[in-house]
């Protein structure tokens, strides 16, 4: 019973992990692709 609990708590553990790595990805993209208009709007200004 104990063995369950603490993979059932594993499973839980690993999936908020890698929904705040997904997140963080994501996060990350769009900041990225704010960055690169930012960027090519300079290269058109200059």
Known sequence: ???S???R???KEK???FRHKLN???HFCK???I???KIQ???LTN
């Open 1 to 3: 019973m104990k063995k």
């Open 31 to 33: 900041h990225y692709n």
């Open 15 to 17: 999936v908020r992990f």
């Open 24 to 26: 963080l990805i994501k």
């Open 9 to 11: 708590f594993d499973k």
């Open 41 to 43: 709007v300079r290269r």
């Open 5 to 7: 609990a603490v993979v």
């Open 35 to 37: 960055l690169k208009k």
